[in-house]
Every structure is written in structure tokens, then in C-alpha cells.
């Protein structure tokens, strides 16, 4: 198992690591089988969507924040409530196929850490299995 | 890796596509191992719910819609912002576990493919990955 | 494949199973691989968050009744659209790499079934699947 470093600037923050993870496919050989991204964090996801326009994941930020307000009408007393529940709707792990050594992303596709509670230093654990004999 | 095209003809709406992945899980000879569907598309995703009454998924789209609304206040201006973000909320990704030949779905489980900006057409991929050495 | 059995005591609640999952991890004898969770019911769900402060599920559950409230506003007559909603935001599936016959939680990750229209007895799938040849 591989896993990406992610240093978080903001409190809330899609951060598209796409490029990351292609490389470690790329590096691990694995021409067919799938790529795992797991977060081991309660304050932060994993997603796929729209890499092109930034404003895509500006929306969706701004969205979440306003179905979970960042305040503290919560019982947990972190100040951190929002960025739990933020996390358990948009998940915290993925699989994507991959083929010819390369995961099959669409075309507008990228692959997005999300920081709920930043900034912090997160990481991403990527494991890619073979599904060849 | 297989690969499902699903014409969808609304903007908003659930696709039961559970008889066609049965269909490939069978025609893979596979007894045991996992199903992984994916959806290389930014504004649909796949979930699964009840399949036997059809307002089960009339009301997950109406809720989708009242917690994310079809309009224009938001900064990508394609007018499809809302779907993206649900497809963020269901996610375009799956794993089903295989025994003796077939998908473990529950008694009342469908596999839906979720259109958030139709009509378009549209691709499920699906791989099926043996655990037997 | 192994299985859970889980019985509710609450209609809405986020129940704990890490140690039996982890149990079976270690039960299976499988060093390096990964870990998948199948719900089989279309009204509970599985996440992972925090396990160490109770508060934090019960604002899970508490934000998820506000945003897709347990009341009569739905076409499906049988009182529990909003169970079944919830269960498509949460998802009933996941995926978690296991290193070291050890499931690769975070330190403060727990793993959660998620009921939404019990008290009901309910059951996990657990499959594990090893990546060594």
C-alpha cells in the first residue's frame, strides 16, 4: 500500500490529486485490476467529479456547508461537528477500475481530497491490486 | 472490465440496470469475488435502494432536488451545477460482493444508475473480480 | 463471506461493529488484501467516523433527520422514505484496505451501521480478499 501526503490550506477545500494518484498505477505495474483510496480521517472525504472548471468544486463546497453549517448548534464540542457529518455523506473511500495500467476516469473526471477541517497535514492511503492470475 | 450504455430520458431519474449487471456477473463465469460498478460521468452516479415500489425513487429525487435545487445560484454557469454535487452525494462508484455465481443484493435491493442531467446517454463500466486462486 | 448480525434497539441510530469486523479480519487468516462491508437492506447504511465521542453519531443522525425529515411528506406510504433516503446518501458499501492482517483505520475511525427504520434485526456481509498470489 501507497500513500499521498496532502498538506491543506483552507478549513474546507477540494484538493484534485489525480495526477498523484496515476503515478503511484503507473509505478505499481498492475495492468488490469483496481485502485482503493481510503482516508483514515473523521473530518475529511474522498470524491470524484468535475476537474475542469474550478468552480465546480466551489459549489459543491459551498453546497455542503450550506446543508451543514460550519457553527456550533452541534453536541460535539469541537467546533468540528460539521466537518464529521460532511464526511460520513460524501465517504471517505473509493474504488476505481483500472485497465491498461491506467485508471479508467471519464473525461471530465478528477479525483478530489476533501478537507472538512483544515488546514491540516492529511493523508491518502492508494492500494492497487492485480486481478491478472 | 464490461461496459453497460443506458439511455436515460429525463434530467432527473433512477435507472434499474440490476437485470443487465446480473447478466454480466453470470456471463463472466465467476463463482466468487466482488462486482465493482463505475460511473466515468461528473454529473450522474449509482446507488442502491428499493426497487419494488417505484415512489421510493420518486422521492429520492425529490429530496435530492429540495436539499440541492435545479437552478441558477451557483458559480458554474452550465446550469448543471446542482448535478454535480448529488453526484458527489451518491457517489459513481460500487462494490457488490459475488457468491455462487451472483450478486448478494438483498431481498428488496436494485442497482439504479442516478441521471442528474439528462436525457443524455450514458455508461456503467463493470468489472468482476475473481477471489479464488 | 462471512456475516453480522446486528439487532437495533432505535429507530434512527449508528451502532459500533469495529471489533467485530476486525475479528473476522484476523479470523481469516489474509495478511494484505482489502476489506469490503455490504449492507443487503435498502433502509440502513454503513460509514466510518468517529468512535471515540458518542456526540458525534448522534449530531450525525440529528443533521441527517434535518435535512430528510421522518414524516408523511413522501409518496411511498409505508413510513420510512426517509429511511430509505438516507440510505442512499450514506451508501451500503465500502471498501477498507487490510495491512498486516489489520484493517488500515485511522486512529480515531470507527465503523458504524447505520439504522434508519428500526428496531430490526439486521445483517453486514463482510468479504475478505486477499491480494497476495
Redesign the interface.
Known amino acids: ?1 501507497e500513500s499521498l501526503t496532502i498538506n491543506t490550506r483552507k478549513r474546507t477545500e477540494l484538493i484534485d490529486i489525480t495526477a498523484q494518484v496515476a503515478r503511484l498505477v503507473e509505478k505499481s505495474g498492475i495492468r ?3 485502485c ?1 483510496l ?5 473530518t475529511a472525504g474522498i ?4 476537474s475542469y ?1 474550478p ?2 468544486t ?3 463546497t ?2 455542503l456547508n450550506r ?2 453549517p460550519p457553527d456550533r448548534s ?5 467546533g468540528n ?1 460539521d466537518a ?2 460532511k ?11 483500472v ?1 491498461d495500467h491506467r485508471l ?6 478528477g479525483i478530489f481530497f476533501c478537507e472538512f477541517d483544515g488546514p491540516r497535514t492529511r493523508e491518502c ?1 492508494v ?1 492497487i ?3 491478472q ?1
Request: charge should be negative.
Open positions: 500500500m488490469s485490476g483496481v482503493i481510503y482516508v483514515p480521517h473523521t470524491t470524484i467529479n468535475e472548471d468552480d465546480v466551489e459549489d459543491i459551498a453546497l446543508l451543514v452541534y453536541r460535539h464540542t469541537e461537528a464529521h457529518i464526511s460520513v455523506l460524501v465517504g471517505c473511500s473509493l474504488v476505481i477500475p485497465e479508467t476516469l471519464g473525461r471530465w473526471q492511503r492500494k491490486i492485480s486481478d492470475k
